[in-house]
Antibody
Framework: EVQLVQSGSEVKKPGESLKISCKASGYSFSYYWVGWGRQMPGKGLEWIGITYPGDSDTRYSPSFEGHVTISADKAITTAYLQWNSLKASDTAIYYC????????????????WGQGTMVTVSS | EIALTQSPGTLSLSPGDTATLSCRPSQSVGSKYVAWYQQKPGQAPRLLIYGASTRATGIPDRFSGSGSGTDFTLTISRLEPEDFAVYYCQQYETSPRTFGQGTKVEIK
């Protein structure tokens, strides 16, 4: 079964760092782009960025570039989203998702989603 | 950045009704590059439609998509109780990939 399993909920203080994970199984991880999205409380979906585990090519939405880092470790088929300095406004559910087409095709929808990771940033 | 405007914000319907949801990009998007997702409370989004009109695996045929350019539509025929949810459109032609703000289909 193709699936993405995300790490558990986190509660952090402003200024702290955080790295959440997305473990892939059931498919060739290196050959599919994996992306991250944000959903703030009661709001819609926002696209953060994507990474291609095969060569570490990574693209960011301008709204998030510089504030988060997306990476992947193909040896353990896991993608990551990290922050060096969290803000209260980072409080949200974060989803990882696979881009549907293999072999580096980027213009394809998200077909498999992780269950989401709730990140709460509060002093 | 391409903005997607979905309407209406909320649709109040009864089981058995037909839901018609609109998605209008701020500039033309190739029909191959529009998707629709369903999200239920406490769940991750689920891909329904891609390429504007192709149903994803396992999606019932009461869901259909159409449109081109700056006008796309998701139609849900014969609403079932499990169809009451929030629906998002997305364009994946240009970066950043953008989502609409969502349409909530609620039970009347």
């Amino acid at each position: 079964e193709v699936q993405l399993v995300q790490s558990g909920s986190e509660v952090k203080k402003p200024g702290e760092s955080l790295k959440i994970s997305c473990k892939a199984s059931g498919y060739s991880f290196s050959y599919y782009w994996v992306g991250w999205g944000r959903q703030m409380p009661g709001k819609g979906l926002e696209w953060i960025g994507i990474t291609y585990p095969g060569d570490s090519d990574t693209r960011y939405s301008p709204s998030f570039e510089g504030h988060v880092t997306i990476s992947a470790d193909k040896a353990i088929t896991t993608a990551y989203l990290q922050w060096n300095s969290l803000k209260a406004s980072d409080t949200a559910i974060y989803y990882c998702a696979r881009i549907a087409s293999p072999v580096g095709v980027i213009r394809s929808p998200f077909d498999i989603w992780g269950q989401g990771t709730m990140v709460t940033v509060s002093s | 950045e391409i903005a997607l405007t979905q309407s209406p914000g909320t649709l109040s319907l009864s089981p058995g009704d037909t839901a018609t949801l609109s998605c209008r990009p701020s500039q033309s998007v190739g029909s191959k590059y529009v998707a629709w997702y369903q999200q239920k409370p406490g769940q991750a989004p689920r891909l329904l439609i891609y390429g504007a009109s192709t149903r994803a695996t396992g999606i019932p045929d009461r869901f259909s998509g159409s449109g081109s350019g700056t006008d796309f539509t998701l139609t849900i025929s014969r609403l079932e109780p499990e169809d009451f949810a929030v629906y998002y459109c997305q364009q994946y032609e240009t970066s950043p990939r953008t989502f609409g703000q969502g349409t909530k289909v609620e039970i009347k």
